[in-house]
């Protein structure tokens, strides 16, 4: 039997998104990205894509990486697409540069474990220092303008930032970026705390536990002003994941209007 999803079309979220720009305190906000975007992972980002679109036709946040894994080949297909996203009132955020964290290695068992195996080495930003890493986001910044994209966040990858790394973000003028638990309001120096919505695809456990972990936060979250809904190109690989996506989203749209992250960043006060 097919589910049978609310419909929100974009003249109705975009007069949502004027309303919450006065007023944010009811209702709460979704924000849904998707995370990982390249040539090299888009087939799986369409599949998420009109996955969320059976549910909604709601604006999402699009996590791009210029050069992912070093691949700087142009894909004008997605070119094309993210364009016409852009113009429908979707977003594009910066997503580092390669989404590969070849900095040097460093002592200790724990920073080892976190950018060994929960990070898989794409933890890009987890261990530069300041100057590689504002060179790295001005290179983001410089392919984002050439193609006349504007630029409101950055999200690091695996939301792993080292010290230096968070000093290089402030030298920029973004609006926002978030972490894993955080959504954090860089021109306010204030954050808002929103554990993001994720599943773990990697292994079977992982596809087990998570959507039950992302429903409890989802309820934990009833009353905050904001659930973030993170999705990631492996997650398409797997239906049960993508069906409760689908499920968790249209409850989520009941009771929250879908905004980007830049949306929320400017209308929250």
Known sequence: ???????VNERNWKRSESLLQNDLSDPGTLCVSIHDVAPDTWTECEVLLQAVRAVADIPLTWLVIPHYHGNGARSHQL????????????????HGYTHLDDAPARAGPVGSLVRNVYTEREGEFAALDEQEARRRIALGLEWFQARGWPVSGFVAPAWLMSQQAWHAVHAFP???????THFHLLQQKREVFSPSLVYTARNKGGRALSPVTASTIAYLLKDAPLVRFSLHPRDAHYPALVRHAQHLIARLLESRMPLTKAAFAQAYQ
Do not use: D, I, K, N
Request: proline content about 3%; some cysteine.
């Open 1 to 7: 039997m097919q589910a049978c999803w609310p419909r």
């Open 79 to 94: 070119e094309s697409t993210l364009q016409q996203m852009l113009e429908h009132g979707h977003e594009l955020a910066l």
């Open 174 to 180: 973004f609006l926002y970026t978030t972490t894993f």
